[in-house]
């Protein structure tokens, strides 16, 4: 199963989290499914990456709404088994004083135009192991600090030895985020100078060509959201059942220089092991790069998968006015020709698979003529999802001057409680909007239902707190579907945004507002062929370049191709 991916040299792409496929919870949000567009790209462009990640057994978690709105977690279970095939291989990662063995599984992404990537799915889930070891890899972004670093030990360590143990040739390693820096210790222990050729005092770790092998792309402009692990803890699980014996691949005074005097910060450490660092957006790279003076931060803005992300109604539409547009989306630029009664037609077929989807999830009967504005991602304080419902008096009367409908999404981390009471509260403002203006907020937001609500959407709305959206790519999606967005000047829409012609600007809820009721409303009920211009120029402006094919052809130039 493996010999034909074994004839050519690979990029080892490493992520915490892939989005698969609706069917596989190994994601959780925003970095998973870029993961998941990112291997379907290479696997559409015959680029020679694979991916390692971990199998998490229990998935990230499947969310329930009580009567008053709040977030239930339950586990979200899947069968490895069922979609993967398990390898032969096995290697062991030594944690605390006893050696972890590694097992996986291999998935392969396949392209309808020929090409393959292969997912190694990390298992600690074995016989040979401890209780406690097996579950390591069951729980995306579960448990405490000692808990995640275990997980981290196993996808940096476990890894790479297990792409050497199954006889890969990698050319270069990719760390999508922070939670794979250990791969560069590995690295180091694998790479030193001969004794010989040392002076008294040298370091023997061939640190340069590690940075040689090394690529990083970070997503998180703030350094609260790093992960950080007390040096205490770190050498509580690199120890050795000898006494005073430390499993350390360098001395801790080495690793201090490289990931960070007062605790093991893996963004340092990634930092200090990559010769090439990106950021995910052109405003995201300039903010990193004060974040972190002295290292060159380079800019390749995320993208969407065009074929994954775009209704099947737009699909058709597509394949019949711009033959090739799944391998080459520039072409996309000659949607401005098609004729607007079809962009409105594909647009109504995909407005209504959303609303019997609220239909059957509510019972809520939404209109397929008003305008369905729709917010949904991950549920944490900077999104502020709380800022359209800042003057619910103004909204009641913009929903009866022009029929208007609100759909929520998404999901908080059971640990973020500021995240969690978020839910709470949009919930509640659904059901004080009852009879006022139309309103739901679906549970258990996933791939699937973000297909849905990308493309059924009439309006995509985003409000972070600037500058701490690194990218954002929901509304990406949104545009190979005609949706324009209604957006705080953040992220990919810094670069995205064409005053009224690929969607609006805002910066405040009173300018929210003021948008809908000056420009969005008016121009959706009042003038239907201005609308469809619009959507237009989200399909000619923004999915045109905003798609994962031009920002892998982008890493294989820059990045792989060093």
């Known amino acids: ?45 015959s680029l020679p990456l694979v991916a390692v990640t971990l199998v998490s057994r229990h998935g990230y978690f499947r969310q329930e709404l009580d009567a008053e709105g709040r977030q239930i977690e339950h586990p979200a279970p899947w069968d490895p088994a069922k979609w993967a095939v398990p390898l032969d291989a096995k290697v062991a990662v030594r944690i605390e004083d006893r050696p972890v063995w590694v097992g996986a599984w291999q998935y392969v992404v396949e392209s309808d135009l020929g090409g393959r990537a292969p997912v190694i799915l990390l298992d600690t889930d074995l016989a ?47 760390m999508n985020e922070g939670h794979s820096a250990l791969l560069g210790l590995e690295l180091l222990r694998r790479f030193t100078y001969p004794k010989s050729e040392l002076r008294p005092g040298e370091s023997p770790y061939d640190l340069p060509r590690v940075r040689q092998l090394c690529r990083f792309t970070t997503h998180t402009p703030v350094e609260a959201g790093q992960d950080r692990f007390s040096y205490e803890l770190v050498q509580q699980l690199f120890h050795d059942e000898a006494p005073g014996i430390s499993t350390l691949p360098l001395p801790l005074q080495e690793l201090q220089q490289l990931g960070g005097r007062e605790a093991l910060n893996m963004t340092q450490l990634a930092l200090s092991l990559s010769d090439f660092v990106n950021g995910v957006a052109k405003r995201h790279a300039e903010v990193s790069a004060r974040m972190y003076p002295g290292y060159q931060v380079r800019a390749i803005t995320n993208g969407v998968h065009p074929y994954t992300w775009t209704a099947p109604a737009f699909r058709a539409l597509y394949d019949h006015h711009v033959a090739g547009w799944c391998h080459e ?66 909204l009641e009367a913009l929903a009866r001057r022009w029929p208007l409908q609100i759909v929520l999404a998404g999901k908080a981390h ?25 309103a739901v907020y679906l549970p258990d937001y996933d791939f699937a239902l973000a297909q849905l609500l990308v493309s059924g959407s009439d309006l995509w709305l985003n409000t972070p707190l600037p500058p701490l959206e690194a990218s954002g790519t929901s509304g990406m999606k949104a545009a190979f579907n005609g949706v324009p967005s209604l957006s705080v000047l953040d992220g990919w829409w810094v670069e995205g945004c064409v005053e009224n012609v690929t969607g609006w600007s805002v910066d405040s809820a009173a300018d929210l507002y003021g948008k809908l009721e000056n420009s969005v409303l008016p121009l959706f009920h009042g003038e239907p062929g201005g609308w469809v211009r619009l959507m237009k120029g989200a399909i000619t402006r923004n999915a045109v370049y905003f798609n994962s094919h031009r920002m892998m052809r982008r890493y294989a130039a820059e990045a792989y191709l060093r």
Not at 6 to 34: D, H, K
Not at 341 to 370: C, D, M, P, S, W
Not at 417 to 438: I, P, T
């Open 1 to 45: 199963m493996l010999d034909e991916f074994l004839q050519r040299a690979r990029v080892a792409y490493f992520s915490m989290e892939i989005a698969l496929r609706s069917e596989i919870p190994t994601y959780a949000g925003g970095l998973g499914v870029l993961a998941g567009d990112t291997l379907r790209s290479a696997a559409d462009l």
């Open 128 to 174: 040979e192991n401890l209780p406690a070891d097996r579950e390591i890899t069951h729980y995306l972004y579960g448990g405490d600090q000692r808990y995640r670093l275990k997980q981290e030990m196993v996808l940096g360590f476990g890894g790479v030895r297990l792409l050497q143990a199954l006889g890969f040739e990698i050319e270069a390693y990719h």
């Open 329 to 394: 989306p520039e072409l996309l630029m000659r949607a401005a020709d098609i004729p607007d009664a079809e962009i409105l037609a594909a647009h109504l077929e995909a407005k209504g698979a959303l609303i019997e989807r609220v239909r059957q999830a509510t019972g809520v009967a939404l209109g397929a003529q008003a305008l369905t504005l729709s917010f949904a991602r991950r549920m944490t304080a900077y999104k502020r999802p709380e800022l359209l419902f800042t003057d619910c008096a103004r």
């Open 414 to 438: 059971p640990q973020d409680e500021e995240g969690r009471r978020l839910v709470a509260y949009l919930n509640q403002q659904v059901r004080a909007l009852r009879g006022k203006v139309v």
